[in-house]
């Protein structure tokens, strides 16, 4: 892929779980930089991956090819206005991977035309098994598009988007995902213990079953969910009866309530950030 010098603003669990899954891929530590307020965690990265940390946002851009505005979407007005004022952004690319901030406002808060990328990530891009969804506006030329695309590749599995919306989408399907999986995990882990096992064995319990569960789906690419599901469930055995529970408390409807709710809450995002 394409190295170029890439500057992460904003230091968190997100621009942390692609840091990592850059270095760990191969990209070139030294072309990446990373700057946020508090040392705590650019220091930490700069520690653990090589990479340039710092405190001097509009620096860090100036001197980057790439810029990935990855702090929060409540903060990212403040600091898009602030790097508007130092940086020309017109032979830039612009990653942003926040929610709920559209490209509409990123033209306004740093200039109209701008290159930008929409990318919708996820944490397992620290252990290179992220998901991330791509949405660029008609301007971005493909050079631009091929490296965003090689980027997240490098972290992870791919999907663009053809309309911004899609982004939102992603968020339900994917960005937010991981959480889903770990609160179902930890209600699971919650129940083993209350069983007797210590936490030690309980959290062994649902953490190989879940990565066993998700290592069949991987090797079992032409076998749909249902057939892997119901080779687990025998007749009259104790796998209908716990699934008989999600079933009838509507375990489905659940699913689809809580994605549409992640999904609204990205548009009412769109119009207060
Ligand atoms: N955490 C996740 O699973 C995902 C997060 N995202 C998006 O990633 C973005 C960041 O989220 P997280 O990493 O979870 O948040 P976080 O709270 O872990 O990180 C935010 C970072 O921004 C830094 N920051 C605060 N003010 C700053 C400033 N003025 N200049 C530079 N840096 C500043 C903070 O020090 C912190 O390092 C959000 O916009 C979120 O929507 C997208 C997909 C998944
Ligand atoms: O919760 C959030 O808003 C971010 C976006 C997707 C995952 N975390």
């Not at 892997?228 to 699913?255: C, H, M, Q, W, Y």
Request: with cysteine.
């Amino acid at each position: 892929m394409q190295h170029r010098k890439i500057s992460f603003i904003g230091a968190g669990n997100m621009a942390g779980a692609i840091i990592s899954g850059l270095v760990e891929s191969g990209y070139p530590a030294h072309l990446i930089s990373v700057c946020a307020p508090s040392t705590t965690h650019r220091d930490a990265l700069a520690e653990k991956y090589g990479v340039q940390s710092s405190s001097d946002n509009s620096g860090c851009a100036k001197e980057a090819d790439v810029v990935v505005l990855s702090v929060k979407p409540q903060m990212m007005a403040d600091v898009c206005k602030a790097l508007q004022k130092d940086v020309d952004f017109s032979d830039k690319l612009v990653l942003s991977i926040a929610a709920g901030v559209s490209v509409a406002r990123f033209c306004e808060l740093l200039g109209e035309n701008l290159n930008i990328v929409r990318i919708m990530p996820n944490t397992p891009s620290l252990v290179g098994k992220g998901m991330s969804g791509l949405y660029a506006p008609v301007q971005v030329s493909q050079a631009d598009r091929d490296y965003s695309g090689e980027l997240m590749t490098a972290v992870g599995k791919i999907c663009w988007v053809d309309t911004e919306e899609g982004i939102n989408h992603v968020i339900a399907a994917a960005g937010s995902a991981p959480a889903y999986f770990f609160l179902f995990m930890e209600a699971m882990q919650a129940e083993a213990q209350r069983l007797g096992f210590s936490a030690e064995t309980a959290q062994m319990l649902v953490e190989q079953a879940a990565s066993g569960a998700s290592a069949l789906v991987a090797a079992s690419p032409d076998t749909p969910l249902s057939e892997l599901r119901e080779n687990v469930t025998s007749k009259g055995g104790t796998t209908f009866e716990a699934l008989k529970v999600f079933t009838d408390r509507k375990l489905p409807e659940i699913v689809s309530e809580a994605m549409q709710a992640a999904i609204a809450r990205a548009q009412e995002m769109e119009k207060l950030f």
